[in-house]
């Protein structure tokens, strides 16, 4: 690990502002993806401001609108067991829980697991070329071992997909992220937004301006229905999702789906919503549309219908 300058923030304004303003700067809290990444020299911050201390922002509070404002630092083991999440977001409980393992969820924050960065194999080594660590550099997944790589939404320079449980939940929630600039202002962006597909430019993964720092991420009224999250990988712990479903079905079958490890972003599409009471196919259909396989991660197509059918099941026994 390379040396590196590191200073407490004193406020949300000043922690933006000094990233924004110094050059190689990270903010760091739990540090459970960063850390890692330092270690191997994949990241390699100059400065790293700590905003693990910043006060108000592990708190999760109702909102006037009756939704929840969930602080940035709020740890991942503390937000899958609010009594309120639980009751009245047990989607995002339950994706929270399939994430990582224990020791992890206690050091993981809210924003932190919004923003980690991919898990591709090829990423992670810095012998094998990749566009996501070094922009033009070419992508060694392509045309190399690619089981776990996406089968939407990616390009022709990157196939990487977005490790997040957490993520998955929130978009289907319809989470609205908050930040603040290095000028001191206010921004919401809706989490299918916050995140960017590769495109010719995979290095820029969201959208978030330079020291722009995530305060909250907030959910609106809860939804209702019953709440679903099937995670499918390799083993059953401590393991990164192959494909996971993310689903809220109402009484009358109608409802919304989201998928994870299929996709550089958390993966919904609103017009396949519509086209749950008609079953799994025609939902997937509508997912997978334009969908791009290798011959080794096709096997996803099928594993996302049968997983839904699954799901669907236990809603409607």
């Known amino acids: 690990m390379r040396t590196f300058d590191y200073e407490r923030a004193t406020s949300p304004a000043a922690a933006a502002a000094r990233v924004a303003g110094t050059p190689g700067a990270r903010f760091i809290a ?4 960063l850390l890692d990444l330092m270690k191997l020299e994949i990241e390699t911050p100059a400065h790293l401001v700590d905003i693990s201390r910043l006060a108000g922002l592990d708190r999760i509070e109702e909102t ?7 602080g940035a630092l709020v740890r991942n083991s503390d937000l899958a067991a609010d009594r309120r999440v639980r009751r009245d ?11 990582a393992s224990g020791q992890l969820r206690n050091k993981a924050t809210t924003a932190g697991n919004l923003l980690q960065r991919t ?35 990616a390009s022709e320079v990157c ?32 989490v299918a937004t916050l995140l960017t597909l590769p495109g010719d430019t995979p290095h820029v993964e969201h959208g978030l301006e ?5 305060t909250a991420v907030t959910l609106p009224p809860p939804i209702g229905g019953t709440h679903v999250y099937r995670k499918v990988r390799d083993r059953s712990s401590y393991a990164f999702a192959l494909i996971a479903v993310g689903m809220v079905v109402q009484e ?12 550089p972003r958390p993966w919904r599409v609103e017009d396949a919503d519509a086209l749950l009471p008609r079953g799994a196919r025609a939902t997937v259909e509508a997912l997978l549309t334009g969908a791009k396989t290798t011959s080794e991660n096709a096997f996803k197509l099928p594993l996302v219908e049968r997983t839904l059918v699954s799901a669907l099941a236990e809603v409607r026994p």
């Open 30 to 33: 739990g540090g459970t993806n």
């Open 64 to 70: 006037p609108e009756g939704g929840l404002r969930i």
């Open 89 to 99: 977001y047990a989607v995002l409980a339950r994706a929270l829980l399939a994430g």
């Open 119 to 153: 898990r591709c194999p090829y990423f992670y080594d810095g012998n094998q070329p990749c566009n996501k660590r070094m922009a033009g550099s070419g992508c060694a997944a392509i045309g190399g071992f690619s089981r776990n790589h996406a089968v939407v939404g």
């Open 159 to 190: 196939i990487a997909t977005h490790p997040s449980d957490m993520a998955v939940a929130m978009r289907l929630l319809d989470a609205i992220v908050e930040t603040v600039r290095a000028d001191g202002s206010t921004h919401a962006i809706p």
């Open 210 to 214: 330079p020291g722009e720092l995530i």
């Open 252 to 263: 009358d079958g109608s409802g919304r789906v989201a998928l994870g490890g299929v996709a």
